[in-house]
Every structure is written in structure tokens, then in C-alpha cells.
């Protein structure tokens, strides 16, 4: 392995230096555009067209080859998006712990837990768009039973909370909605009596704290603002536009036709705290397929590489006219907008947009990403805005999805951003 290492990093080296001794002198002044790549390179051999991506693509198959081989990984799948395609596809292990041959394909559905908050923010920002609601409206408008107490005490209540508060984490809620958090069997009655006897943690635009009751608020609204169940309304608003075709609301109401990875968990007995690995043998977890009921927009949804790939590249398409294609569903200054920071954290080095988790990477480029937890399931997508790079990495094992994307991003965004220097440096038209 070592020797393997040396050979691949001398290798990167000798591929840096011919690439960069190319560079004009008047690297740096000239700006190009997302069409002069697509002229030098074919997208859809973009793996194998440029060494040094060929390089990061292999040394990424051996390491995600290493987290299954080491870890208790089941099935991994993964993906990376440049600007509107999906480039390149790796799967590893299967559906089922002991059916190799139900193999991993960027069409095998897993659920996504927290990734769920996106197709929720995407569809309050659709029904914003089409003039049924302001994101400053407090929600009260639409649900007149909603309430929660004030954390400032006595009979006090706060009933002003605004979908923008709801879509940033900065409406000061608890984390979690009245009920299991696997199976939240709710009707929208029992779950204001409910809410109405909670306590606010902290006053309204206060500071972002993690809400997946915030989330399940905010569907729920929404669909009432609708007049629809919640999964009919993603569906008619996000899903069926984008054309997603394994993903869902509801894992038991899918369609037949989608592939599902059986969801694993690790005994405690076995599970390292330290870092989240299991130490001896997983188990099937068939209750991890049950209905989140009123708390699905928070975490219940499921989808696939290729679906996800979708949405990355929605976020990519932020200058483009809503309805210029069907799958535009929204307009570029709207995609723009869910991205702004609405909070920092205290040292600049994190904070939240409209939903997106938002990080500064040590060279000082920010990500735009989300993940998602959920018994059986782990996700991630992160997303390199300048590059328009888009990484997204599904699991049926917690925390596996995570380890994935980090190293996925680790070694693409380098590779690619030493590709675009060079592309804008040997550009001529300014």
C-alpha cells in the first residue's frame, strides 16, 4: 500500500508540473466561462478525458473501497455532479448483507434523513414564488391554533414565528416534534395541542439551533397552505418537475419499480463512540423502514444518487429563468437566496442559509452541504459553488455516508480546482 501511495502521489506531481508549466504569464486575468470548458473537454468522459481527475477518481475508489472493507459497510453509493451532469457514479457492496448480486447502482434508493429539509425548503420557496405566502408571514396566519410558550414565561406565548425563521433554525424551537421520532402518528390537531405545551428554547433570530421540529412545522403549514397532504405536494411541486424518479415521501407508498438498501445498525454493545465505527457484527433494522407520519419533512424522504444529482444541479442553474425549462422550478435570484448566510457562527468558520449547512474548508472556500442521520440510513451532499462540483454519497449504515463525501471532497475539489486554473489560464478570450 505504501509503495502504492508513493507511486500515486509522484504521479500526481509529474501531472501538476506539466499542467502548470503550461500556465501564460498572464495567468489569473482572464475570466472564462462554464461553455470555453465544455469546448475543451466531453463531460461525459470528464473521468478519463483529464489525468489529474482519472487520478483522484481511482485513489477515491480505493479509499471507499477501504471504509466498506474495514468499517461494516453494507451498500455505499455515490456520485459527482459538474454544473448539469451527474460525471461519474461508484457503488460498493449490495442491497442485502448477503445478496451480492443485488448490486448497488446510482439508482438504489436509501432514505435520506435531514436531506428531507431541502425538498421542504425548496417547496415553501416554489409556494413563496407563486405569491401564496411571504417568508415573513408568521405561520399563525395560516395555522390560527398555532402557538408555543414564550421562553420569557408566565401565560405568554409566542405565536409570530415566520417561515424564514422556521427554514433557518432561527425560530428558537426544540429539537424534536411531540411524538416518537420514528413514528410520528399525528393529525395535525393532536400535533398543535401538542406543540402548544412546549417552551420555546431561546427568543426568535436569536442564534440557529437544530429543528427538526422547525421542519416538520413548516411541511405541515405548507400543505395546509395547499390544501394537500404533504406528499402530495412535493411531489406536485418538486419531485415531478425535477423528474425524480426514486424519490419519495413515504418509503410505503413507493412505487414497485424502486430499489431499496435494506437499512443496517450497529448493536451499541459494538459501537466505538469515539468514532462512531462498528466494532462487530450489524443487524438488519426492519423497523427503519416505518412511516416518520408528521414528521416527514424533517427526515422521512428517500431518494438516489442520480435523483440527488437532480438537485445539485437545480443549485447550479442560479442565473436562469424560472419555467425556461420544466425542471426549473425555481428562478436564479430564488436559488440565490436560499444560499445567502442568514446566520455566522462566532468564529466565521460556519453558519446556515436557507436550510444549507454552510462550512469554510481550510483554504478558505466555502461549502454549501447538508446531511442526514436516521436509524439504518446516513447522507450527504456537498457542493463547491465556484466549481459548480457537486458530491453526494448515500448509506444504509449511519455515518458511513459522511466518511465518503469528506474524503470525496477532499480530493476532487483540488484536482478540479487545479483543472479550472488551468482552463481559465489558457483561455484567450477576455
Same mark, same amino acid.
Given at each position: ?10 504521479? /500526481? ?28 473537454? &466531453? ?82 420557496? =416554489? ?13 399563525? +396566519? ?12 408566565? *401565560? ?9 425563521? /422556521? ?29 402548544? %405545551? ?21 411541511? &405541515? ?13 412535493? &411531489?406536485?411541486? =418538486? ?35 469515539? *468514532? ?19 414528521? &416527514? ?12 444529482? +437532480? ?48 462550512? +469554510? ?8 452541504? +447538508?446531511?442526514?442521520? =436516521? ?26 455516508? %459522511?466518511?465518503?463525501? %469528506? ?15 488551468? /482552463? ?7
Amino acid at each position: 500500500m505504501a509503495g502504492r501511495t508513493v507511486f500515486r502521489v509522484a504521479a /500526481l506531481f509529474t501531472v501538476l508540473y506539466s499542467v502548470l508549466a503550461t500556465f501564460p504569464s498572464n495567468y489569473g486575468t482572464c475570466p472564462y466561462s462554464y461553455e470555453m470548458v465544455q469546448e475543451k473537454f &466531453n463531460f461525459s468522459t470528464l473521468t478519463t478525458s483529464i489525468p489529474i481527475l482519472q487520478m483522484a477518481f481511482n485513489d477515491i475508489e480505493v479509499a471507499l473501497q477501504n471504509i466498506a472493507a474495514t468499517q461494516g459497510t453494507v451498500g455505499l453509493s455515490v456520485g459527482v455532479v459538474f454544473d448539469q451532469q451527474l460525471v461519474w457514479t461508484f457503488g460498493v457492496g449490495s442491497r442485502h448483507i448477503n445478496k451480492t448480486n443485488e448490486t448497488i447502482t446510482p439508482d438504489t434508493a436509501f432514505r435520506i434523513g435531514s436531506i428531507s429539509k431541502v425538498f421542504a425548503m425548496l417547496s415553501m420557496m =416554489v409556494t413563496r414564488d407563486r405569491g401564496m405566502i411571504s417568508l415573513d408571514d408568521s405561520i399563525q +396566519k395560516y395555522i390560527p391554533e398555532f402557538k408555543i410558550k414564550s421562553i420569557k414565561g408566565g *401565560n405568554q406565548y409566542e405565536t409570530h414565528i415566520t417561515f424564514r425563521q /422556521l427554514a433557518t433554525h432561527l425560530a428558537g424551537l426544540p429539537r424534536e416534534a411531540p411524538c416518537d421520532r420514528l413514528a410520528c402518528a399525528l393529525n395535525d390537531n393532536d400535533a398543535w395541542a401538542r406543540i402548544a %405545551q412546549f417552551t420555546q428554547i431561546l427568543p426568535t433570530d436569536t442564534l440557529s439551533v437544530y429543528s427538526n421540529l422547525g421542519f416538520a412545522i413548516l411541511g &405541515n403549514v405548507l400543505a395546509s397552505v395547499h390544501k394537500q397532504e404533504y406528499e402530495e405536494m412535493v &411531489n406536485q411541486l =418538486v419531485i415531478q418537475p425535477l423528474g425524480l424518479t426514486n424519490t419519495g415521501v413515504n418509503m410505503s407508498n413507493a412505487p414497485s419499480s424502486v430499489s431499496f438498501a435494506y437499512p443496517y445498525e450497529c448493536p451499541e454493545a459494538y459501537l466505538d463512540p469515539s *468514532n462512531a465505527i462498528c466494532t462487530g457484527p450489524i443487524q438488519p433494522c426492519p423497523s427503519c423502514f416505518v412511516d416518520l407520519g408528521w414528521s &416527514n419533512p424533517a427526515g422521512g424522504m428517500y431518494s438516489s444518487v442520480r435523483d440527488l444529482s +437532480k438537485v445539485m444541479s437545480l443549485i447550479f442553474r442560479d442565473h436562469a429563468d424560472v419555467n425556461k425549462t420544466q425542471d426549473q422550478i425555481l428562478s436564479g435570484a430564488s436559488i440565490r437566496e436560499t444560499l445567502l448566510p442568514r446566520f455566522m457562527q462566532s468564529d466565521g468558520e460556519g453558519g446556515f442559509g436557507m436550510t444549507w449547512e454552510m462550512y +469554510k474548508e481550510r483554504e478558505g472556500r466555502w461549502l454549501v452541504t +447538508k446531511r442526514g442521520d =436516521v436509524p439504518g440510513y446516513a447522507s450527504e451532499i456537498i457542493m463547491a459553488k465556484d466549481l459548480k462540483l457537486g458530491i453526494v454519497a448515500l448509506s444504509n449504515v449511519v455515518e458511513h455516508a %459522511q466518511r465518503a463525501a %469528506q474524503v470525496m471532497s477532499s480530493t476532487l475539489i483540488p484536482a478540479m480546482e487545479t483543472v479550472q486554473k488551468y /482552463l481559465r489560464a489558457t483561455t484567450t478570450t477576455t
